[in-house]
């Protein structure tokens, strides 16, 4: 087992106060924003949580799908993708509890969940 808790790294298209919510209940989070990595392309962004080894969390369910899927073809692992339909802050937060509270962070390895 390499690491027992989710970690969550949030795509720019999400709102910041879910990491401040997170943040706030033990779990390790990381915005865009802080990472430095506002306007970065999808690509770049599910690289940058992959090197850290974080779960993705986005609105983005189309492109980031298909990044999941080209990973499946070619093999690669990915630590996790959250996709998130557009809620309030507190409901995002409330549905994310639910897998954060329910999975480790390696049963989240190449998996995708919608919330």
Do not use: C
């Amino acid at each position: 087992m390499d690491k027992l808790f989710i970690e969550i790294y949030l795509d720019e298209d999400v709102n910041v106060l879910i990491a401040d919510l997170i943040g706030s209940r033990g779990f390790a989070v990381k915005t865009t924003q802080a990472a430095g990595n506002l306007g970065k392309t999808d690509y770049e962004q599910f690289e940058f949580a992959k090197s850290w080894k974080f779960v993705f969390l986005t609105h983005n369910r189309v492109d980031f799908e298909t990044i999941a899927k080209e990973h499946f073809e070619s093999n690669k692992t990915h630590y996790g993708l959250i996709i998130a339909a557009r809620h309030s802050p507190q409901e995002i937060v409330r549905r994310l509890l639910k897998i954060l509270n329910a999975f480790t962070a390696d049963e989240m390895i190449n998996q995708i969940r919608y919330i």
